[in-house]
Protein backbone atom coordinates (compact mmCIF):
# COMPACT_ATOMS: atom_id res chain seq x y z
CA UNK A 1 0.00 0.00 0.00
CA UNK A 2 3.13 2.21 0.66
CA UNK A 3 4.13 1.71 -2.41
CA UNK A 4 1.18 2.29 -4.39
CA UNK A 5 0.58 5.29 -2.10
CA UNK A 6 4.05 6.86 -3.27
CA UNK A 7 3.72 5.90 -7.10
CA UNK A 8 0.38 7.79 -6.83
CA UNK A 9 1.91 10.95 -5.38
CA UNK A 10 4.77 10.58 -8.10
CA UNK A 11 1.44 10.39 -10.79
CA UNK A 12 -0.04 13.67 -9.27
CA UNK A 13 3.54 15.74 -9.22
CA UNK A 14 3.68 15.05 -12.47
CA UNK A 15 0.50 16.61 -13.12
CA UNK A 16 1.74 20.02 -11.53
CA UNK A 17 -1.05 20.21 -9.32
CA UNK A 18 -0.43 22.68 -6.12
CA UNK A 19 0.93 20.86 -2.84
CA UNK A 20 -2.14 21.25 -0.93
CA UNK A 21 -4.01 19.81 -4.15
CA UNK A 22 -1.68 16.17 -3.64
CA UNK A 23 -2.14 16.31 0.14
CA UNK A 24 -5.80 16.43 -0.10
CA UNK A 25 -5.91 13.80 -2.70
CA UNK A 26 -3.64 11.46 -0.82
CA UNK A 27 -5.56 11.70 2.16
CA UNK A 28 -9.23 11.22 0.75
CA UNK A 29 -7.60 7.95 -0.96
CA UNK A 30 -6.41 6.61 1.90
CA UNK A 31 -9.49 7.56 3.87
CA UNK A 32 -11.07 5.84 1.18
CA UNK A 33 -8.90 2.89 1.69
CA UNK A 34 -9.45 2.26 5.34
CA UNK A 35 -12.85 2.43 5.26
CA UNK A 36 -14.14 0.39 2.79
CA UNK A 37 -12.68 -3.21 2.02
CA UNK A 38 -12.73 -2.74 -1.81
CA UNK A 39 -12.34 -0.66 -5.04
CA UNK A 40 -15.81 -1.43 -6.55
CA UNK A 41 -18.89 0.65 -7.77
CA UNK A 42 -20.80 -0.15 -4.96
CA UNK A 43 -18.37 1.19 -2.49
CA UNK A 44 -17.70 4.19 -4.85
CA UNK A 45 -21.23 5.51 -4.21
CA UNK A 46 -21.39 4.44 -0.71
CA UNK A 47 -18.38 7.10 -0.15
CA UNK A 48 -20.45 9.57 -2.61
CA UNK A 49 -23.78 9.55 -0.33
CA UNK A 50 -21.27 9.89 2.62
CA UNK A 51 -19.48 12.90 1.39
CA UNK A 52 -23.03 14.06 0.22
CA UNK A 53 -24.65 13.99 3.55
CA UNK A 54 -21.99 15.20 5.59
CA UNK A 55 -19.92 17.65 3.22
CA UNK A 56 -20.72 20.97 1.52
CA UNK A 57 -21.01 20.15 -2.80
CA UNK A 58 -17.70 21.95 -3.22
CA UNK A 59 -15.50 19.54 -0.75
CA UNK A 60 -17.56 16.76 -1.99
CA UNK A 61 -16.62 17.12 -5.26
CA UNK A 62 -12.95 17.15 -4.26
CA UNK A 63 -12.87 14.18 -3.33
CA UNK A 64 -14.53 12.65 -5.61
CA UNK A 65 -12.40 13.79 -8.04
CA UNK A 66 -9.48 12.81 -5.75
CA UNK A 67 -11.11 9.13 -6.48
CA UNK A 68 -11.81 9.80 -9.87
CA UNK A 69 -7.73 10.77 -10.31
CA UNK A 70 -6.96 7.79 -8.68
CA UNK A 71 -8.97 5.60 -10.23
CA UNK A 72 -7.48 6.46 -13.94
CA UNK A 73 -4.04 5.75 -11.94
CA UNK A 74 -5.06 2.11 -11.42
CA UNK A 75 -6.43 1.70 -14.27
CA UNK A 76 -10.30 1.56 -13.91
CA UNK A 77 -11.59 4.70 -15.41
CA UNK A 78 -14.51 2.87 -15.84
CA UNK A 79 -15.48 3.04 -11.82
CA UNK A 80 -15.74 6.95 -12.51
CA UNK A 81 -17.97 8.89 -9.89
CA UNK A 82 -19.96 12.15 -11.16
CA UNK A 83 -19.67 14.85 -9.40
CA UNK A 84 -22.02 16.82 -6.99
CA UNK A 85 -24.52 19.25 -8.41
CA UNK A 86 -23.28 22.68 -6.90
CA UNK A 87 -26.61 25.11 -6.92
CA UNK A 88 -25.64 28.55 -8.25
CA UNK A 89 -26.14 31.41 -6.00
CA UNK A 90 -27.39 34.80 -6.61
CA UNK A 91 -24.85 36.30 -4.04
CA UNK A 92 -21.20 35.77 -2.61
CA UNK A 93 -21.15 34.45 0.57
CA UNK A 94 -18.84 35.42 3.56
CA UNK A 95 -16.56 38.32 1.89
CA UNK A 96 -14.95 40.30 3.91
CA UNK A 97 -16.09 44.29 2.79
CA UNK A 98 -13.14 46.87 1.80
CA UNK A 99 -14.23 48.97 5.05
CA UNK A 100 -13.46 45.70 7.12
CA UNK A 101 -10.32 44.92 5.14
CA UNK A 102 -8.98 48.51 5.06
CA UNK A 103 -9.47 48.46 9.00
CA UNK A 104 -7.63 44.95 9.46
CA UNK A 105 -4.97 47.03 8.11
CA UNK A 106 -5.05 49.91 10.16
CA UNK A 107 -5.07 48.09 13.43
CA UNK A 108 -2.38 45.81 11.85
CA UNK A 109 -0.22 49.01 11.49
CA UNK A 110 -1.10 51.06 14.49
CA UNK A 111 -0.51 47.77 16.97
CA UNK A 112 3.25 47.47 15.29
CA UNK A 113 2.36 44.12 13.67
CA UNK A 114 4.15 45.04 10.50
CA UNK A 115 4.64 41.29 9.27
CA UNK A 116 0.76 40.88 9.46
CA UNK A 117 0.15 44.01 8.13
CA UNK A 118 2.08 43.31 4.90
CA UNK A 119 0.24 39.55 5.16
CA UNK A 120 -3.29 41.05 4.54
CA UNK A 121 -2.06 43.84 2.38
CA UNK A 122 -0.41 41.02 0.06
CA UNK A 123 -3.77 38.71 0.15
CA UNK A 124 -5.96 41.99 -0.69
CA UNK A 125 -3.58 43.52 -3.50
CA UNK A 126 -2.04 40.22 -5.38
CA UNK A 127 -5.26 38.00 -5.27
CA UNK A 128 -3.03 35.34 -4.35
CA UNK A 129 -3.79 31.69 -3.17
CA UNK A 130 -2.70 31.15 0.42
CA UNK A 131 -0.25 28.50 -1.39
CA UNK A 132 1.24 31.07 -3.51
CA UNK A 133 1.35 34.05 -0.61
CA UNK A 134 4.04 31.58 1.20
CA UNK A 135 6.25 31.34 -1.51
CA UNK A 136 6.63 34.67 -2.69
CA UNK A 137 10.79 35.77 -2.06
CA UNK A 138 12.23 39.18 -1.23
CA UNK A 139 13.91 38.94 -5.00
CA UNK A 140 10.19 38.81 -6.06
CA UNK A 141 9.23 41.97 -4.34
CA UNK A 142 12.23 43.75 -5.56
CA UNK A 143 11.43 42.41 -9.40
CA UNK A 144 7.44 43.21 -8.87
CA UNK A 145 6.21 39.69 -9.83
CA UNK A 146 6.08 35.93 -8.78
CA UNK A 147 5.89 33.53 -12.09
CA UNK A 148 2.98 30.91 -10.64
CA UNK A 149 2.66 27.61 -12.67
CA UNK A 150 -0.83 26.07 -12.36
CA UNK A 151 -3.13 22.80 -13.32
CA UNK A 152 -1.30 21.65 -16.76
CA UNK A 153 1.66 23.87 -16.60
CA UNK A 154 -0.06 27.01 -17.36
CA UNK A 155 1.80 30.03 -16.26
CA UNK A 156 0.53 32.70 -14.42
CA UNK A 157 2.33 36.29 -13.15
CA UNK A 158 1.43 37.47 -9.82
CA UNK A 159 1.70 40.77 -9.55
CA UNK A 160 2.93 43.25 -7.05
CA UNK A 161 1.30 46.44 -7.44
CA UNK A 162 3.87 49.44 -7.23
CA UNK A 163 2.93 51.00 -3.60
CA UNK A 164 3.04 47.57 -2.49
CA UNK A 165 6.49 46.96 -3.16
CA UNK A 166 7.79 50.34 -2.15
CA UNK A 167 6.74 50.35 1.20
CA UNK A 168 7.16 46.31 2.03
CA UNK A 169 11.00 47.29 0.88
CA UNK A 170 11.22 50.00 3.28
CA UNK A 171 9.92 47.54 5.86
CA UNK A 172 12.61 44.97 5.00
CA UNK A 173 15.39 47.40 5.03
CA UNK A 174 14.15 48.73 8.53
CA UNK A 175 14.75 44.80 9.80
CA UNK A 176 18.09 43.93 7.78
CA UNK A 177 16.57 41.82 5.76
CA UNK A 178 17.64 41.39 2.13
CA UNK A 179 16.78 38.17 0.81
CA UNK A 180 14.49 34.72 1.53
CA UNK A 181 10.90 34.24 2.09
CA UNK A 182 9.23 37.17 2.63
CA UNK A 183 6.78 36.02 5.22
CA UNK A 184 8.72 33.77 8.06
CA UNK A 185 7.33 32.32 11.22
CA UNK A 186 8.90 32.89 14.53
CA UNK A 187 11.92 30.33 14.40
CA UNK A 188 13.02 32.35 10.69
CA UNK A 189 11.24 29.05 8.88
CA UNK A 190 8.25 30.04 5.72
CA UNK A 191 5.55 30.46 7.22
CA UNK A 192 2.70 27.64 7.43
CA UNK A 193 -0.73 28.04 5.33
CA UNK A 194 -2.50 27.11 8.56
CA UNK A 195 0.25 29.39 10.66
CA UNK A 196 -1.64 31.70 8.76
CA UNK A 197 -5.08 31.29 8.34
CA UNK A 198 -5.11 30.33 12.08
CA UNK A 199 -3.56 34.31 12.68
CA UNK A 200 -5.91 35.69 10.76
CA UNK A 201 -9.02 33.93 12.69
CA UNK A 202 -7.13 35.65 16.09
CA UNK A 203 -6.72 38.60 14.89
CA UNK A 204 -10.00 38.84 13.54
CA UNK A 205 -12.02 38.18 17.42
CA UNK A 206 -8.97 40.97 19.02
CA UNK A 207 -9.97 43.53 16.45
CA UNK A 208 -13.94 42.56 16.52
CA UNK A 209 -14.16 41.34 13.12
CA UNK A 210 -16.73 38.39 12.01
CA UNK A 211 -14.37 35.53 11.61
CA UNK A 212 -16.35 34.33 9.31
CA UNK A 213 -15.40 36.94 6.59
CA UNK A 214 -11.39 36.53 7.77
CA UNK A 215 -9.77 33.98 6.17
CA UNK A 216 -7.12 33.60 3.75
CA UNK A 217 -9.36 33.23 0.32
CA UNK A 218 -11.73 35.81 1.42
CA UNK A 219 -8.79 38.42 0.72
CA UNK A 220 -8.96 37.28 -3.16
CA UNK A 221 -12.61 37.97 -3.39
CA UNK A 222 -12.09 41.09 -2.25
CA UNK A 223 -8.94 41.77 -4.77
CA UNK A 224 -11.68 40.33 -7.71
CA UNK A 225 -14.36 42.88 -6.34
CA UNK A 226 -12.18 45.77 -5.85
CA UNK A 227 -10.40 45.26 -8.92
CA UNK A 228 -13.58 44.96 -11.34
CA UNK A 229 -14.86 48.23 -9.26
CA UNK A 230 -11.54 50.37 -9.89
CA UNK A 231 -11.14 48.53 -14.04
CA UNK A 232 -14.13 46.69 -15.07
CA UNK A 233 -12.22 44.22 -17.44
CA UNK A 234 -13.48 41.02 -16.58
CA UNK A 235 -11.17 39.22 -19.02
CA UNK A 236 -8.32 40.47 -17.59
CA UNK A 237 -9.11 39.85 -13.85
CA UNK A 238 -9.53 35.94 -15.64
CA UNK A 239 -6.15 36.14 -16.13
CA UNK A 240 -4.71 37.55 -12.98
CA UNK A 241 -6.83 35.35 -11.05
CA UNK A 242 -5.56 32.18 -12.96
CA UNK A 243 -9.12 31.38 -14.07
CA UNK A 244 -9.23 28.81 -16.65
CA UNK A 245 -13.14 30.01 -17.65
CA UNK A 246 -14.25 33.71 -17.55
CA UNK A 247 -17.23 32.09 -16.24
CA UNK A 248 -15.19 31.34 -12.80
CA UNK A 249 -15.17 35.17 -12.94
CA UNK A 250 -18.47 36.35 -13.71
CA UNK A 251 -19.46 35.53 -9.65
CA UNK A 252 -17.37 38.45 -8.83
CA UNK A 253 -19.83 40.84 -11.18
CA UNK A 254 -22.62 39.42 -7.87
CA UNK A 255 -22.94 41.15 -4.99
CA UNK A 256 -22.19 40.09 -1.76
CA UNK A 257 -25.40 38.94 0.43
CA UNK A 258 -24.15 42.01 2.93
CA UNK A 259 -24.18 44.49 -0.40
CA UNK A 260 -27.45 42.78 -1.54
CA UNK A 261 -29.13 43.67 1.67
CA UNK A 262 -28.35 47.57 2.31
CA UNK A 263 -29.33 47.46 -1.18
CA UNK A 264 -32.54 46.42 -0.89
CA UNK A 265 -32.65 48.85 2.57
CA UNK A 266 -32.32 51.83 0.97
CA UNK A 267 -34.46 51.41 -1.97
CA UNK A 268 -37.55 49.63 -1.07
CA UNK A 269 -39.05 52.09 1.14
CA UNK A 270 -42.79 51.20 -0.53
Not at 167 to 187: C, H, I, M, P, Q
Amino acid sequence: MKKRKSSFEEYLRKENLSDNTVEAYLWTVEYFNSHYESLCKENLLAYKGYLTEYFKPKTANLRIQAMNKYLAFVGKESLRIKSVKVQQKTFLENVISNADYLFLKECLKKDGNYEWYFVVWFLGATGARIGELIKIKIEHVRCGYLDVYGKGGKLRRLYIPKMLREETLEWLAKVDRSSGYLFLNRYGERISTRGISHQLKAFATEYGLDPKVVYPHSFRHRYAKNFLERFNDIALLADLMGHESIETTRIYLRRTAGEQQSIVDEVVTW
